[in-house]
């Protein structure tokens, strides 16, 4: 089945600067990738997303890159704020499936210092 | 419109003790899933369900068993809870399956601790 890895685990950041998150995955044929956001006692929450046919997705401050050659993606932050702080998670979509399952990575812990 | 609602927030359970985690969405979504977070393993799926009365296992379905009567409600059950089923149990919910405009909507969570 699919396999994903998901580097750093944990991450700090000082206030203003960038964080990048990447993940990799084994399955070439997969076609879905979002990126979760969990806040501190919550679930998590779709932040962006990108599909197989499209290299990169900029939505404001977060962006995604797609390098499906290389089997890998990344969730970029630019001009990081304390809110920012959370655990990240990735995940794929294999292309085997029907019904909408995810292989999710294991999560990065952001903090961000101000 | 709650999204999806998750009770209880916090349980511990003895060890053999069974017990019913409840899950609800009020977003006519057909497709509904159990994670269980453990720390530095991410989410892994137990159990999910693309409509009423049709169920599947998923990655870790061991200890677990689900139900789906209605398109709202998809209970997990644990029967004889072991210490290894101590985790954080999310619900989640989408229309389509999880895709492109079609994303998985988390409950809050419940925090389960089996002694």
């Known amino acids: 089945g699919e396999n994903v890895e998901q580097h750093p685990s944990t991450l700090s950041v000082q206030e203003g600067d960038s964080a990048v998150i990447k993940c990799t995955y084994s399955?070439?044929?997969?076609?879905?990738f979002p990126w979760y956001k969990q806040e501190l006692g919550k679930g998590p929450q779709l932040i962006i997303d990108?599909?197989?046919?499209?290299g990169e997705k900029k939505d404001q401050r977060i962006a995604v890159t797609l390098n499906k050659t290389a089997k890998h993606f990344s969730l970029h932050i630019t001009e990081t704020q304390p809110e920012d702080s959370a655990v990240y998670f990735c995940?794929?979509?294999?292309?085997?499936?029907?019904?909408?399952?995810?292989?999710f990575g294991a999560g990065t812990q952001v903090v961000v210092t101000p | 419109n709650a999204g999806v609602t998750q009770t209880p927030k916090f349980r511990i359970l003895k060890i053999g003790q069974s017990m019913t985690l409840q899950c609800t969405q009020d977003m006519n979504h057909n497709y509904m899933y159990w994670y269980r977070q453990d720390p530095g393993m991410g989410l892994k799926l137990i159990y999910y369900s693309v409509g009423a009365g049709i169920t599947d296992k998923g990655e870790v379905p061991n200890g677990y068993n689900v139900s789906r009567s209605t398109t709202e409600d998809f209970p997990l059950r644990l029967e004889l809870a072991a210490p290894s089923q101590t985790s954080v149990y999310f619900c989640?919910?989408?229309?389509?399956?999880?895709?492109?405009?079609?994303?998985?909507?988390f409950g809050n969570g419940t925090r389960l601790t089996v002694t």
């Open positions: 995940a794929v979509r294999p292309p085997t499936d029907s019904w909408g399952k995810l292989q």
């Open positions: 399955d070439s044929a997969s076609n879905y």
């Open positions: 990108i599909r197989s046919n499209v």
């Open positions: 989640a919910s989408s229309s389509l399956g999880s895709s492109y405009n079609s994303p998985l909507h």
